[in-house]
């Protein structure tokens, strides 16, 4: 049974900085295409960034440059590093996972974490 769970959430001052990680369990993380998704209150869920099985990566348009994606095979973790944290970036993250496709689109992947809170706030 595919299991996600995130962790590394909490409360940061703009500028700052956290690691959320996902650890999967009941496959192989890295036969699957992972990513990595966001809902704020009152908003829709949008997509953060994904990872393919060979490792190529994708990032939207308003965290280019300040999150990264990397997986851990040896951990069977994905996680997402996240600088230069701003106010926007405020949202319950999740971490999906898909064993086919290589879109980022969330509306293909079916199996979910239960998300993990990120507050930007001063």
């Known amino acids: 049974q595919v299991q996600l769970v995130e962790s590394g959430g909490g409360l940061v001052q703009p500028g700052g900085s956290l690691r959320l990680s996902c650890a999967a369990s009941?496959?192989?993380?890295?036969?699957?295409?992972m990513g990595w998704f966001r809902q704020a209150p009152g908003k829709e869920r949008e997509r953060v960034s994904c990872?393919?099985?060979?490792?190529?990566?994708y990032y939207a348009d308003s965290v280019k440059g300040r999150f990264t994606i990397s997986r851990d095979t040896a951990k069977n973790t994905v996680s997402l590093q996240m600088n230069s944290l701003q106010p926007d970036d405020t949202a319950i993250y999740y971490c999906?996972?898909?064993?086919?496709?290589?879109?980022?689109?969330?509306?293909?992947?079916?199996?979910w974490g239960q998300g993990t809170q990120v507050t930007v706030s001063s």
């Open positions: 990872i393919s099985r060979d490792g190529r990566t």
């Open positions: 999906a996972a898909k064993p086919l496709g290589s879109s980022c689109d969330g509306s293909t992947f079916r199996s």
């Open positions: 009941g496959f192989t993380l890295s036969n699957y295409f």
